[in-house]
């Protein structure tokens, strides 16, 4: 685990929002800790909770993507039995004391509750790695002795609620250094930045410690497989109605992570965090052979019945592919736009990894089909679409 943090540099630091700046870019510069816009980082100052505002990323964000939110606000709806997300957005937003400010964190409750001036939250590559396997609750509950470990619950004020039953009758944050979120990462807090950050690595190398003795050992593969990508390509751009960029990945990972047996079973098992889906989708396209068109159209049908099975009144997404796993070949993501596939070849890249690691544990787990689509289908989500075809 890098630790990057440097008095000489923290010192330079005018306030506590400038170390709030300072210690979130630590975390946003490290893949193996958060991916383009994960995580969340907060701090209070008096009355106020600066929380990381929706649409900025911890690598390089500014003080002005901190979201000022009334503490006793968030605290507040914390209390309430029920509350949707939607609702939830807008009562953050009214509880903004400055409303040109990003909209905070769907985590902004979360971070009040933990009663800490700084607050770091990650999707740790490392421990989610653990916690998506076989063993994964066995193995997390042996190394994180002293941690509030939470099952998967939505993201949000699902989480928030949970979080706040845990914890608001006779439960000792003194003793507490961190939570563990199943499938999802990990929030550490400190009433100094160093402190908050210092645990966040010391916690995340007790996960990278234990998977010392799993490495993978990912030989080089003289593959012989050939495919037609430009033709796979203008069929792509035709099922998604516009044109598309290929990110072609051919690894020595990448490679290998395509010539495992049962190709389809083995790469189909689901996301690495959460908010990955909404990227990446559930399961790429699997292709073993040259029928591409055949593969597609199976996609496009299997996506549509996975709809069909758990919608309620959403609007479906595009049910074509956002990357796709040749057999012998590699990984190719596919965005709108060269840095849309960057970002999923990235997401894929930590996925093949912690994959073939949690194999080692047991074998991967995922959250199951049902969390996925409410992840995919989430309402935050859906009335963006809204708005967007309301333009």
Known sequence: MKYLWSDKVAKKCKDELGLRVYTSRLLGCDNSLVLHGGGN??????????????????????????SPVKLQALLDMAKKEHLSDTEMVKLQKEAMSDKTAPNPSVEAILHAIIPYKFVDHTHANSIVT????????????????????????????????????????????????????????????????????????????????????YKLNISKLNT?????????????????????????????????????????????????TPEHIIRTKRVPLVIEDDDFKGAIEKYIEDYKAYFKKYAKDQTMLNPTPNYIVLKGYGVISIGKTQKEADIINDIINATMEAVLKAD????????????????????????????QKAK
Not at 177 to 205: P, R
Not at 370 to 376: A, C, L, R
Request: with cysteine; proline share 1%.
């Open 41 to 66: 980082t907060s701090v209070k100052i008096d009355d106020t909770i600066y929380v990381k505002g929706s649409g900025w990323d911890l690598s390089t964000i500014e003080k002005e993507g901190f």
């Open 130 to 213: 653990i916690s998506n396997s076989v063993s994964g609750k066995k193995i997390i509950n042996e190394l994180y002795k002293d941690y509030l470990i939470v099952d998967y619950v939505m993201p949000g004020f699902i989480l928030a609620k949970k979080v706040y039953k845990l914890t608001s009758k006779g439960f000792d944050w003194e003793k507490c250094k961190g939570i563990i979120l199943h499938h999802h990462g990990i929030f550490t807090f400190g009433d100094s930045a160093k402190k908050s950050y210092d645990d966040m690595i010391k916690s995340v190398q007790i996960a990278e410690d234990y998977l010392e003795n």
């Open 224 to 272: 012989t497989k050939k495919y037609d990508i430009d033709k796979l390509k203008e069929l792509i751009d035709k099922a998604k109605g516009y044109k598309t960029v290929f990110k072609i990945n051919r690894s020595n990972l990448a490679i290998f992570y395509s010539n495992q047996p049962n190709l389809k079973e083995f790469a189909s098992r689901g996301v690495l």
């Open 360 to 387: 080692k544990l047991g074998g991967y787990l995922s959250i199951n089909e049902k969390e996925s689509f409410d992840m995919e289908y989430w309402e935050l989500e859906q009335n963006k679409l809204k708005r």
